[in-house]
T-cell receptor, first 116, second 112 residues
Framework: AQSVTQPDIHITVSEGASLELRCNYS??????LFWYVQSPGQGLQLLLK??????LVQGIKGFEAEFKRSQSSFNLRKPSVHWSDAAEYFC??????????????FGKGTLLTVNP | DVKVTQSSRYLVKRTGEKVFLECVQD?????MFWYRQDPGLGLRLIYF???????EKGDIPEGYSVSREKKERFSLILESASTNQTSMYLC???????????FGPGTRLLVL
């Protein structure tokens, strides 16, 4: 069965510092990978996704992520964090059978706190 | 822009009540999903539907049922609400050709 691990439950960074959120997945085939962000009391918003091609993908709000097949990782990065980035971040992998259902398996999330 | 709306942001119900959570999407998506989100457990899939009147169980379907009579609407039903169903419920939709799921704002349900 597919699984997604986000090793860090909670990360605190200072505003302006760089950020890296880790995500490791277990999946037999070529995965479809996603990062979502959830602000308090809100639904999930898509930050970026990887389906194929260039392994470095750019997303919204200045985020990027790099797919590394050899490490089964899809880490999220941002060079300079803003206070508004404080939220919970979820990594997800497409766990569907390759057909049309596109079920996602989510990690348990990483809560990001930004200090002024 | 894709819009997924959920009928209530907050809901308070009593144990044993029948509860309906409604979700509507306006992008003609084939797939719709219901998740529950609990602290430390992330998102867990309850049910999903890939077509009108079609449904499949997710990881935690016990105590829930769903209904999809129209393509744009997907309902989650708690037949007899229990306190352990107090949670945040998130609806999502996606099209046939894309894996990206679009989420509604969520319904925070409290069962007393």
């Amino acid at each position: 069965a597919q699984s997604v691990t986000q090793p860090d439950i909670h990360i605190t960074v200072s505003e302006g510092a760089s950020l890296e959120l880790r995500c490791n997945y277990s999946y037999g085939a070529t995965p479809y990978l996603f990062w979502y962000v959830q602000s308090p009391g809100q639904g999930l918003q898509l930050l970026l996704k990887y389906f194929s091609g260039d392994t470095l993908v750019q997303g919204i709000k200045g985020f990027e992520a790099e797919f590394k097949r050899s490490q089964s990782s899809f880490n999220l990065r941002k060079p300079s964090v803003h206070w508004s980035d404080a939220a919970e971040y979820f990594c997800a992998v497409d766990s569907g059978s390759g057909g049309s259902n596109y079920k996602l398996t989510f990690g348990k999330g990483t809560l990001l706190t930004v200090n002024p | 822009d894709v819009k997924v709306t959920q009928s209530s942001r907050y809901l308070v119900k009593r144990t044993g009540e029948k509860v309906f959570l409604e979700c509507v999407q306006d992008m003609d998506h084939e797939n719709m999903f219901w998740y529950r989100q609990d602290p430390g457990l992330g998102l867990r899939l309850i049910y999903f539907s890939y077509d009108v009147k079609m449904k499949e169980k997710g990881d935690i379907p016990e105590g829930y049922s769903v209904s999809r009579e129209k393509k744009e609407r997907f309902s989650l039903i708690l037949e007899s609400a229990s306190t352990n169903q107090t949670s945040m419920y998130l609806c999502a939709s996606s099209s046939l050709g894309m894996g990206t799921q679009y989420f509604g704002p969520g319904t925070r349900l409290l069962v007393l």
